[in-house]
T-cell receptor
Framework: KQEVTQIPAALSVPEGENLVLNCSFT??????LQWFRQDPGKGLTSLLLIQSSQREQTSGRLNASLDKSSGRSTLYIAASQPGDSATYLCAVRNQAGTALIFGKGTTLSVSS | DTAVSQTPKYLVTQMGNDKSIKCEQNLGHDTMYWYKQDSKKFLKIMFS???????INETVPNRFSPKSPDKAHLNLHINSLELGDSAVYFC?????????????FGSGTRLTVV
């Protein structure tokens, strides 16, 4: 059974720092992996999707990498800003007909 | 706007009542989902429909009954509501057979049972 773990559970950094959020999964045979952002009391916003054949994806200051063999993904945020404060969720999909399985998230706080 | 839309956004009701949450997507996706986010913010799959056919049915009380009249709509009906049903319910959609298409989530329905 696929399990997704995110470390750390919470992270506080000063504005301008580069940071890395970690995600690990137990079954390396994944279909794809998706990173989301959730602001308090809000829905989920998709940040990046990495297909099983890809190693990384980039969008603006965000870069997500995928290493299926080790069961790991990282989300790199460059030059963090207070507006980046949110909970970041990692989720994996094992096969075409299965559902996304979520980690418990990393809550990021960026202070100005 | 292309999106996944859920109604209502907030729902406050008494124990024992029956309520429904509606979801619609205009993205042309063929698969829709209901997720529950508990008080600890953990998201867990409840149901999934592909082209009106139920394909995922996790261990959920029988009081929860999904219905998909067509591939663009997925509704959730809950009978005899209990305090423990209080949570945020999210609808989502995607293409079943494409690893290049991610999930799109609705903004959630916050259900409070009193």
């Amino acid at each position: 059974k696929q399990e997704v773990t995110q470390i750390p559970a919470a992270l506080s950094v000063p504005e301008g720092e580069n940071l890395v959020l970690n995600c690990s999964f137990t079954d390396s045979a994944i279909y794809n992996l998706q990173w989301f952002r959730q602001d308090p009391g809000k829905g989920l916003t998709s940040l990046l999707l990495i297909q099983s054949s890809q190693r990384e994806q980039t969008s603006g200051r965000l870069n997500a990498s995928l290493d299926k063999s080790s069961g790991r993904s990282t989300l790199y945020i460059a030059a963090s800003q207070p507006g980046d404060s949110a909970t970041y969720l990692c989720a994996v999909r094992n096969q075409a007909g299965t559902a996304l399985i979520f980690g418990k998230g990393t809550t990021l706080s960026v202070s100005s | 706007d292309t999106a996944v839309s859920q109604t209502p956004k907030y729902l406050v009701t008494q124990m024992g009542n029956d309520k429904s949450i509606k979801c619609e997507q205009n993205l042309g996706h063929d698969t829709m989902y209901w997720y529950k986010q508990d008080s600890k913010k953990f998201l867990k799959i409840m149901f999934s429909y592909n082209n009106k056919e139920l394909i995922i049915n996790e261990t959920v009380p029988n009081r929860f009954s999904p219905k998909s009249p067509d591939k663009a709509h997925l509704n959730l009906h809950i009978n005899s509501l209990e305090l423990g049903d209080s949570a945020v319910y999210f609808c989502a959609s995607t293409y079943l057979g494409s690893d290049g298409v991610g999930y799109t989530f609705g903004s959630g329905t916050r259900l409070t049972v009193v």
